[in-house]
Nanobody, 127 residues
């Protein structure tokens, strides 16, 4: 059974850090590009970061998080990470990971590109 399970969310004060993890099962993890998205109450889901299918693969980050957040993956552990530093109240949202089968070595920043989503993990940043 295919599963993406996020963890690592929580409540933190502005300026703090969190590391989100997304553990994948039921598929060949290295065949999938991965992405992180977030959705705040009353807002559309927005792109946060993406990585190609390789460990140490190419990455891209939304301008709003560039320099503060870093996506990475460990294919030996079937896990993708989102290191979040210098958190701001506007980072408060439910964070989702998603995957897309890809053999081209690309990353993807559109929600519609992705095929399977996790259940999300809440991140709350207080001022």
């Amino acid at each position: 059974q295919v599963q993406l399970v996020e963890s690592g969310g929580g409540s933190v004060q502005a300026g703090g850090s969190l590391r989100l993890s997304c553990a994948a099962s039921g598929r060949t993890f290295s065949s999938y590009a991965m992405g992180w998205f977030r959705q705040a109450p009353g807002k559309d889901r927005e792109f946060v970061a993406a990585i190609t299918r390789w460990s140490g693969g190419r990455t891209t980050h939304a301008d709003s998080v560039k320099g503060r957040f870093t996506i990475s993956r460990d294919n030996a552990k079937n896990t993708v990470y989102l290191q979040m530093n210098s958190l701001k109240p506007e980072d408060t949202a439910v964070y989702y990971c998603a995957d897309k089968m890809d053999y081209s070595g690309s990353y993807f920043d559109g929600a519609r590109d992705y095929n399977y989503w996790g259940q999300g993990t809440q991140v709350t940043v207080s001022s």
